[in-house]
């Protein structure tokens, strides 16, 4: 993952680590290369002129200039910097309250919602919770069929109820289960489209509207950019997520999407998909994203 970005990266550091001294206009020069990596590799331009502008306020004074490794400096400030425009601290799932917590997953179809949604039940399992899994995608029975066996093959309780028309009446039903079976959190996965379309939001509008949730995450292809930063502002028009999960991360080989999709949307990633498999969801740590983005 951000091959692109590492490589061309390295050229750089290698550069910075092997001049002795620096002055200004060496590090003018070296932001002028980093700004043409950054754009080059999928980060959006309002992105990439915010960050070195904070990288050179930081790197032309003179504890960096007159430092004795000044190279080694300016790329600190430059990790730091990628590390605040990925949010700096990690922000962690919420989980507890009443039981059964109700955690919702939405977002186009094809983003990784199901996905995701067995990596986090699995995730919450191991942890020692016990989570039960439905979709109130009452209209494609494939997508249904598609979660129950992903809950199947990972040991997750799915529930269904084909009396429930709406997902209203699904997520309601759910929780009367689940308050029998004494489950801990209920993973809602949610209906999607190929497009932001007004008829599904105003359905999850009317969910959110009704039902306490205690999450809403939002998951976005990464590999999409400036198209995930868009339907990040539709969903959060209707129905305000409480988090992102940024998913297919692992294929992001430009890898300026995520530093793009996390600076505009200003939102905390909560984790970020790195694979196919059950267990290839990580949460999502700004400091060893900025590591992995830097090499
Ligand atoms: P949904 O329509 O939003 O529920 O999307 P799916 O969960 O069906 O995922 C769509 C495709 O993306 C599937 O082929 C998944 O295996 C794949 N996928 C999901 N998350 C990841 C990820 O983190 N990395 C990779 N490489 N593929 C992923």
């Keep these: 993952m951000f091959e692109q970005l590492i490589n061309k990266f390295s050229g750089i550091f290698k550069k910075l680590r092997s001049k002795g001294k620096l002055n200004e ?3 003018d020069a070296i932001l002028k290369e980093l700004r043409m990596v950054l754009l080059e590799s999928d980060v959006h331009y309002r992105v990439v002129k915010d960050l070195i502008a904070q990288v050179k306020e930081r790197a032309v004074g003179k504890e960096v200039l007159e430092s004795v490794t000044p190279g080694e400096m300016v790329i600190k400030i430059l990790w730091d910097e990628i590390r605040k425009v990925l949010g700096g601290n990690v922000s962690s799932l919420e989980t507890g309250g ?6 919702m997953l939405v977002g186009l179809q094809g983003s990784g919602k199901t996905t995701t949604l067995g990596k986090l039940a699995v995730r919450l399992k191991n942890q020692g919770l016990f ?30 109820d084909t009396k429930a028309l709406t ?16 489950y801990d959190l209920i993973f809602i996965d949610t209906a999607g489209r190929l497009h932001v379309e007004e008829e599904l939001l ?5 969910v959110v509207d009704t039902i306490p949730l205690k999450e809403i995450l939002l998951v976005l292809d990464a590999t999409t950019g400036q198209e995930a930063v868009k339907v990040a502002q539709s969903f959060k028009e209707w129905v305000n997520p ?19 999709i996390v600076a505009q949307t200003g939102w905390p990633v909560k984790f970020a998909g790195v694979g196919e498999k059950v267990d290839q969801l990580e949460v999502f740590h700004p400091d060893r994203m900025a590591s992995r983005i830097m090499g």
Excluded: W
């Excluded at 997902?167 to 079976?181: D, G, N, V, W, Y």
């Excluded at 297919?248 to 300026?256: H, P």
């Design 98 to 103: 009443a039981m059964p917590v109700l955690i």
């Design 25 to 27: 206009q060496d590090v």
């Design 131 to 160: 989570p039960l899994a439905i979709s109130t995608d009452t209209r494609r029975p494939a997508a249904k069929e598609q979660l129950a066996i992903l809950c199947h093959n990972s040991g997750i309780d799915f529930y269904d």
């Design 202 to 206: 105003a359905e999850l509008k009317e």
């Design 167 to 182: 997902p209203l009446q699904m997520i309601q039903s759910a929780i009367l289960h689940s308050r029998e079976k004494s």
């Design 242 to 260: 409480t988090g992102l999960i940024l998913s297919k991360v692992d294929t992001d080989a430009r890898g300026g999407a995520v530093l793009s």
